[in-house]
Each structure stands twice: as structure tokens, then as C-alpha cells.
């Protein structure tokens, strides 16, 4: 009998244990999640668990965040796990303005980002005729004459002849693209092509750079680069239907894998047309698109009927890996190619003011049929001049349309203001779209080309837009910039330029800041925080791991992070072996 009590007595003790140990560790066994991260610092910009150590993943989508010992209820049998061994896992990282098709084109063409000199351009251009048919055009991307390490010689505004170009490839007509993608230099025998002489004359909104002679020394900037553009697109007529297409997949597949390569799990697409987005949806549907696209669609205003604004309005096509609803634009150029539209003239070459590359009245006609088919619309405006007529063109679609509300609508770089038109962003809910390694990167030359004072005043003033309530979001308007957000994290909390200045440095976001301008503002900005941006219970398991902590490490630090995961609705896309 003693035995019997003692018995019992230990039973109900050990009971008591188990549901005291219960009630605080974990909730009762989950059904198992698909994939698990555990053993990581994970930050979440959901304001009620902003940082957890573990998530579990169902059927693509976030279903909880945890601790170490919350996490244990939902691993089973069959669960992916991820220790990230106290690495720091984000939202997936959205590049809220890129080229996708560019990306794709710039990897099967002459890579010009760190060339240093003309002359080193040559000599690429010399070894690539040599492997190159006759016929064949030779293409690259991404030179700036601002970066080279001396001017050459001759040159009209520090831009090249075209000669020494045209010497090294003879048979082959060369374009090589500047890195904003506003200019061009070709050889004499894509000037020959193109059929332009001494009496053409550019087009609006373009220029055919001439030496004092009026002969065209190769360089086509703006809307003038079509005339180039027009003969190379003949060229492809030669192609087959089958290697049309294959070039075409292929484009699409290498800017696929840069992307998730670089952390990237949405990229907002600054324009493609009507054929180029049923390429995309045939990757989406075909689930063959691991990256999530929000493309605007880039067709002129007789193209933009509300049929055709209908067909194409797509939301979420191929589990949200394709998403139209809005419409883009330029009306000005670049900064660099002298092409952004200023209210006074540059500084450094005061017969200008600029190119206006769209007529305002076709700005407006767009602004019309965008806000009448609930479409949203996003101005390429670089210059002060061109901010303030996209504002104006705003404030009259909004005024003429008090009805329709939440339009979103946004300004593509926004990259130099007057100190009038800052306000006017957040007062009238426009977005800027940014891109914070242009303020580095630029830096340097943006003194010469607009002077102190008006650098200071409205030269990618981040805090200033902020403080007036617009949302900001970020990206790299690659292949203009390497898409790789880690150099744009870093540009846009230290605003360092290469030769060790600060730009400005009141400027400079916080890294929270960074972080939201790059994930939660993305997703905002194109009508999808409800499902992207933060890592929330509910919302698609879009999630970037690094190996380094980029919130908390030394600023020089950042720049060594590397992407080792990039993982999409639960899936790992990408992993450094």
C-alpha cells in the first residue's frame, strides 16, 4: 500500500513536470512545415516579431515565426531545414528599377563597367573582331567617359572620334552603350548602316554628336541612338525563326540567374513592350521565372487603348511571378550624357539645358489614359526641370480626377530637385524611385556638371523626400549599375563616393531605412505588400541569407557580404556552393 501511494504520488509529480515544461516551450506538435530556417538572426519588418531566430514555411508561404524551441514543432520527416549558423536572413531584396532584358542582353555582350581608358576599349573591341564573322555587330555596355583615367584625344566634350574604333573593325560595325544607357558610340561602319552623314539631322529629343566640322565623330545620344539602333534590329531579320527565340529565352534566362544570384527575388522592370511581356508570362506560366517581375509596360500612347491595357493588366500570373499594371515613360535623359532637362543651364557646358525626350503634351496624354484604366505610371525624370514638369503633370491627372484615389504613381530617379518641388512628393503621394548607388557612383562629376550650390539643394536628397512624407524606394537600374544590392545597401547609409568622400552625409539613410527602401517600399510600390516585402505569417517566403550582418557590421564591412541563400515562395533558388 505504501508502495501504491508512493506510486502515485511520483506519477502526479511527473505529470506536473511535463505540463509545467509544456506551457512554456513550444505549442503541441504542428503539421510539419515544407521548409524551416533555424539558428540565424532573422530580421522580419513585421512590426509584431521583428526578429526571430527561426521560421517555418507551408506550401510557399510564411506560416510562423519562432524561437529555437518554437521552431521544433514544425520540423517532420520530410522538412528542409536551414541551419544559418547565426547568419542574418532579410525579406527578399526587390530592385524596384532595373532593365531585365538589358541584364540578360549585357551578359552576351562586351562588359565596359570598369574599363579605364578609350584606348582600353580598343583593344576589347580589336580582340573581340578578331574572333567575330564579318557582318557581325559587336556590342557592349556600360562605359563612361567620367571614369576614364585621362580624356582622349581628340574629343568633343570629352567624347571620342570614332576613328581608332573603326580602324580595329573594319568589317564588323561596333555600338558599344554608355552605362546609363542615354548614349552610344559607334563605328564608321554602323554609321554607314545607319545611313547617316554629315546632313542628317537627329531627331528630337536627340543629338548626333558632330566635330567642328559637322562630321558625326560616333556618339548618338538619346533618341538619336535609334538611328543605330534601327539598322542593328535590321540585322536580326536575318535570323531564323528558330534562333530568334532562342536568343530570346536565353536573354531571359541569363538575367534570371544574375538576379537571384545577387539575393534578388522581385525586380521591378523599367519597361518592356507588348511582345517582351508575352515572353515573360510563357516563363511564368511555364514556371520556369524564379525571379518575381512587376513590369511597366512601354508602348506609345496610340498602342496604350484600353483593349490592350486590358489584355495585358496581369496580377500574380504563375504564382506571383508576373505582375502588369503599370505604364512607363521618359521625358528627359541622363545626367552624364547631358541629357537631363534643367531649369538652368549645365555648368559645364552652358549652351545647354538638356533634352526634353517625350513633348510634355505626350507626358500628359499618358498621364490621361493611365489614371482612366487605373493603370499607374512611372516618369523616367533625372533633371530639375523634368521633376517638375512630371509634378505638374501629376497634380493635373490627380485635380482632373478627384475620384480615383491610391494611384502610386511614381518618379523614376528623381534625382536632382529644387528645393520648391521636394515637398510637392509627399504632398501629392508620389513615389521616388531611386537608385542610391547613381548618388556614389555619380558623385564625383555631379559638381561639374550642376555646381555646388544646386547639388547641395536637391541632389538625391533621400531625408529631405522622406521628411515630407514620400516613400522611397530603391534599386540599381542595372545594367547601368551592377545589380548586386550590397553596393546599393552601402551607397544609401554611407553615401561614400570612390575617392573616400561622403556626399553629402545628412542624407544618409539609417540602415532600417535602407533595408525598408529595399524590401517593404518595393512591395508598396508596386501594390504588393499585402504578399511581399516583409517576412509575416501569410505573405510568400521570399527570403535573402548573407554572410554577414549588413545591420550591425562596421560600414566597410558591408560591401564583403555575399549572398548565400536566395530563396523564393519557400525554395532555394540560389545557394554559394
Not at 516579431?49 to 521552431?71: F, M, R, S, W, Y
Not at 555582350?109 to 573582331?129: N, T
Not at 507626358?363 to 533633371?383: C, M, S, V, Y
Request: proline content about 5%.
Amino acid at each position: 500500500m505504501r508502495f501504491e501511494k508512493s506510486y502515485w504520488k511520483f506519477f502526479v509529480f511527473a505529470l506536473g513536470l511535463c505540463l509545467l515544461g509544456s506551457f512554456f516551450s513550444c505549442a503541441p506538435k504542428q503539421e510539419p512545415a515544407d521548409f524551416v530556417l533555424r539558428n540565424g538572426k532573422i530580421v522580419t519588418l513585421d512590426e509584431a516579431k521583428p526578429e526571430v531566430t527561426a521560421l517555418a514555411v507551408v506550401e510557399g508561404k510564411i506560416k510562423a515565426l519562432c524561437d529555437e524551441e518554437e521552431i521544433e514543432a514544425y520540423v517532420g520527416e520530410n522538412t528542409e531545414v536551414i541551419d544559418l549558423d547565426g547568419k542574418l536572413a532579410v525579406p527578399g531584396f526587390i530592385d524596384s528599377h532595373a532593365h531585365f532584358t538589358s541584364i540578360g542582353q549585357a551578359a552576351m555582350s562586351l562588359d565596359l563597367m570598369h574599363v579605364e581608358s578609350w584606348d582600353e576599349i580598343i583593344s576589347m573591341v580589336k580582340e573581340e573582331a578578331k574572333e567575330s564573322e564579318p557582318g557581325e555587330w559587336i556590342l557592349g555596355r556600360g562605359w563612361h567617359q567620367e571614369k576614364w583615367d585621362q580624356t582622349p584625344e581628340p574629343n568633343v566634350d570629352g567624347l571620342p572620334y570614332h576613328d581608332a574604333l573603326s580602324e580595329v573593325s573594319l568589317d564588323n560595325p561596333v555600338m558599344l552603350t554608355h552605362a546609363s544607357g542615354h548614349s552610344c558610340m559607334v563605328n564608321a561602319k554602323a554609321i554607314e548602316l545607319a545611313g547617316v552623314t554629315k546632313e542628317t539631322t537627329a531627331p528630337e529629343g536627340g543629338e548626333i554628336v558632330k566635330d567642328p566640322e559637322g562630321n558625326p565623330i560616333g556618339t548618338f545620344r538619346e533618341t538619336a541612338q535609334g538611328l543605330v539602333r534601327s539598322a542593328y534590329y535590321m540585322s536580326l531579320e536575318q535570323r531564323t525563326p528558330e534562333q530568334t527565340e532562342e536568343n530570346r529565352r536565353k536573354v531571359v534566362e541569363l538575367a534570371d540567374r544574375e538576379c537571384l544570384s545577387k539575393g534578388i527575388t522581385s525586380l521591378h522592370d523599367a519597361g518592356s513592350s507588348f511582345g517582351t511581356i508575352d515572353l515573360f508570362k510563357e516563363f511564368a506560366e511555364e514556371g520556369k521565372l524564379g525571379i518575381r517581375l512587376y513590369v511597366m509596360i512601354r508602348e506609345g500612347n496610340d498602342a496604350l487603348t484600353p483593349e490592350n491595357l486590358s489584355e495585358y493588366r496581369l496580377l500574380g500570373v504563375g504564382d506571383h511571378h508576373l505582375t502588369v499594371r503599370s505604364i512607363k515613360r521618359l521625358i528627359d535623359g541622363a545626367l552624364g550624357a547631358h541629357g537631363a532637362w534643367l531649369l538652368e543651364p549645365y555648368k559645364d557646358l552652358p549652351s545647354s539645358t538638356g533634352l526634353n525626350t517625350t513633348p510634355v503634351e505626350a507626358i500628359q496624354e499618358t498621364a490621361r489614359i493611365a489614371i482612366e484604366n487605373d493603370f499607374q505610371l512611372n516618369i523616367h525624370a533625372i533633371g530639375d526641370r523634368a521633376n517638375q514638369e512630371v509634378l505638374n503633370v501629376y497634380e493635373e491627372a490627380f485635380k482632373a480626377h478627384p475620384d480615383k484615389q491610391d494611384q502610386r504613381w511614381r518618379v523614376e530617379h528623381a534625382q536632382h530637385l529644387i528645393a520648391e518641388d521636394i515637398p510637392r512628393f509627399g504632398e501629392l503621394d508620389v513615389i521616388a524611385s531611386m537608385q542610391a548607388v547613381h548618388c556614389t557612383s555619380d558623385g564625383p562629376w555631379v559638381f561639374k556638371r550642376l555646381g555646388e550650390e544646386r547639388a547641395e539643394e536637391g541632389a538625391y536628397v533621400w531625408q529631405k523626400l522622406m521628411d515630407t512624407g514620400a516613400v522611397i524606394c530603391n534599386g540599381t537600374d542595372a545594367p547601368v549599375e551592377d545589380v548586386d544590392p550590397i553596393p546599393c545597401f552601402h551607397a544609401s547609409v554611407t553615401r561614400k563616393m570612390n575617392n573616400g568622400e561622403i556626399f553629402y552625409p545628412d542624407q544618409r539613410m539609417t540602415r532600417e531605412q535602407a533595408l525598408r527602401s529595399y524590401t517593404i517600399n518595393g512591395a508598396y510600390a508596386s501594390f504588393q505588400e499585402d504578399v511581399l516585402g516583409s517576412l509575416s505569417p501569410g505573405k510568400l517566403a521570399d527570403i535573402t541569407v548573407l554572410s554577414k550582418d549588413i545591420m550591425t557590421v562596421p560600414e566597410d564591412e558591408i560591401l564583403e557580404a555575399e549572398v548565400l541563400y536566395t530563396i523564393v515562395g519557400g525554395k532555394v533558388v540560389y545557394s554559394k556552393k
